[in-house]
């Protein structure tokens, strides 16, 4: 019991945080990736919850509907890969254009690039602001435009329609969160490893002049790790409930700890080995 209470105090207490640093560098190091895990968090969330960006594809619902009654003659084969035949120029506003690599540069209107492995939807406002919701066909081998008003279903046929059309656009948009995960945590492991490199060197170099005994580098790189993980463990947890401001709070929580801990550190060198 006593283990875990000091345990629960290291996320918080500096001075627990100065008597722990007998802990091998090796776990030190893992504890540095689990920070990363829990900074990242408020990231996580913000994707899985950027599927939101669909909503505002003006009328694309609408257009899918559309898509249905006209029983259009486009079909995603079982290698994820689209072919069509005939089809109109311009469904419900939106322009479609089927391409074999899309490109979407240029679009000055609401456009639906057919891609032959990737899609992209883009609603354009009255303002030429351009929503995008972009990525490929892996969760959706099988799907044929042609047979989803036939398909056996239960409820209305809208009803069926708006299922259908929720899974197309789902689909689409979580094709791409594999990659969009990898880029954000190695954005942030990027930043978290600056801020171990940074900061540890401003504990050895601020301490250099000390007539005490001396903190090591490699108990500075301790110190800085040990002392993420309360901040990352706030972060975490509000980053669930408050995603878009959490990492930012992640950065002036974990300065304010830094200072008080470098204060500590000074005061009370003779306790590090």
Not at 163 to 189: A, C
């Amino acid at each position: 019991m006593k283990g875990l209470k000091n345990h629960i105090a290291l996320l918080w207490s500096n001075a627990t945080l100065l008597k722990s640093l007998k802990v091998p560098l090796f776990w030190v190091f893992v504890l540095f990736f689990v920070n990363v895990n829990l900074v990242t968090i408020p990231n996580y969330f913000g994707l899985l919850n950027g599927i939101r960006s669909i909503d505002r594809l003006a009328q694309i619902e609408e257009t899918f509907v559309q898509f249905y009654d006209l029983e259009l003659d486009c079909r995603i084969d079982e290698n994820a890969e689209l072919t069509c035949g005939t089809i109109p120029d311009t469904v419900n506003g939106y322009k479609l254009v089927v391409q074999d690599e899309i490109q979407t540069e240029g679009i000055v209107e609401s456009t639906i690039l057919l891609g032959r492995t990737q899609t992209a939807l883009i609603y354009v406002d009255e303002d030429d602001l351009a929503y995008v919701v972009a990525g490929d066909y892996r969760f959706l081998t099988g799907f044929d435009f042609a047979l989803v008003k036939t398909l056996d279903h239960e409820g209305t046929l809208a009803e069926h329609y708006a299922s259908v059309t929720d899974l197309y656009l789902s689909g689409i948009y979580f094709s791409t969160i594999g990659e969009q995960l990898i880029l954000v945590f190695s954005s942030q492991f990027a930043q978290m490893g600056i801020y171990l490199v940074m900061v540890s060197l401003m504990f050895l170099i601020l301490n250099f002049r000390t007539k005490i005994k001396k903190i090591t580098y490699k108990a500075s790189v301790k110190l800085v790790v040990l002392a993420m993980t309360g901040p990352a463990l706030l972060t975490a947890v509000l980053g669930v409930f408050f995603t878009a401001w959490a990492s930012m709070l992640f950065i002036f929580v974990y300065a304010v700890r830094v200072l008080f801990l470098y204060y500590r550190a000074h005061k009370a060198e003779e306790t590090l080995s």
